[in-house]
């Protein structure tokens, strides 16, 4: 099972590296908007080290969305749903090879890409280590919703519409709370409780979502 899970989850880091529009333009669009919110307000150094977080959170947010809009549309159409449905792989763990790659492929970079934007702003370190591990717990959440979002919406008209509506609600907590985690960094405040809540949706969402969408996409199949 173990093996079957690893080419699972190696087929689509290839499929994704290939496919490189799927990784590449959520990136771009998270560089150019944490780029223009100095333009669009003020170049003031203090009011960007107190709002770029929030700023750099809510790029990641809809980047996160930009990549997952599409992430079964393409295996409904070649089949490869079908064949996962059919392995005797659980549904459910094989989801979670996939949108483990998923992650990897286009959530990752934006982290890694954080540090260097915080040099940027002139952001303390305390706050972009406090920022990058927010991230680093609140992106799966994120992917998993929108996976969620993305199942049910699965072959519908205008899906990229409908999966925003469905999954920002969702997905409010959690910027509040990784915005909040990096406040209180600015503040020299402890961030202990606040990131250990943020991992606890992390691993209730890692443990519990990819159920949910298996059973998702079960529907959308039969229907």
Known sequence: ???????????????????SQEWLYPLGFFVIVVSLFPLTFTPDPSFLQKYIPGCIWIAALFASILSI???FLSDLEEGYLEQLMLSPVPLTLSLLAKLSAQWLATQLPLILLTPMLAV???????????LCISLLFGTPILTLLGSLGAALTLGLRQQGVLLGLLILPLVTPVLIMG??????????LSIAGPLAFLAGLSVLAITFLPWTIAATLRISLDD
């Open 69 to 71: 809009e599409s992430v």
């Open 179 to 188: 915005v909040n985690i990096t406040q209180q960094a600015q503040a020299a």
């Open 120 to 130: 940027f702003f002139n952001l303390s370190l305390a706050t972009t280590f406090a």
């Open 1 to 19: 099972m173990l093996k079957i899970l690893w080419r699972i989850f190696y087929a689509e880091l290839i499929l994704l590296w290939r496919r």
